[in-house]
């Protein structure tokens, strides 16, 4: 599965990105599809993710504000691409994000990362 990640940028505190995460390849093996994030020199960290049966789960700290979400390719039926909403972002948002597939076949894909920098 190939994946990638757009829709980052700068904002300020408080407004609003939504980044895109584009499945390609043998998407019909994807078991879910998680956003983590990395912030300079911290791990990185599970921030939402959408099983193929639209079972979402997220970070206890970003319930409320971050959403994910996805569209199914109508032609198949299987996700093509996976939305991270992302309100009233704070500058502790700032982060390198990565979508992430885990497949039926025990596989772990990620795409390159988008940077979302929010300013105060």
């Known amino acids: 599965v190939q994946l990638q990640a757009s829709g980052g940028g700068l904002v300020q505190a408080g407004e609003s990105l939504r980044l895109s995460c584009v499945a390609s390849?043998?998407?019909?093996?994807?078991?879910?599809i998680g956003w983590f994030r990395q912030a300079p020199g911290k791990q990185r960290e599970l921030v939402a993710r959408?099983?193929?049966?639209?079972?979402?789960?997220?970070?206890?700290?970003l319930k409320g504000r971050f959403t994910i979400s996805r569209d199914n390719a109508k032609n198949t039926g299987f996700v093509s691409t996976v939305y991270l909403q992302m309100n009233s972002l704070k500058p502790e948002d700032t982060a390198v994000y990565y979508c992430?597939?885990?497949?039926?076949?025990?596989?772990?894909?990620w795409g390159q990362g988008t940077k979302v920098t929010v300013s105060s």
């Open positions: 959408i099983s193929s049966n639209g079972n979402t789960n997220y970070a206890d700290s």
């Open positions: 390849g043998r998407t019909s093996s994807i078991k879910d």
């Open positions: 992430n597939a885990r497949t039926y076949f025990s596989s772990d894909d």
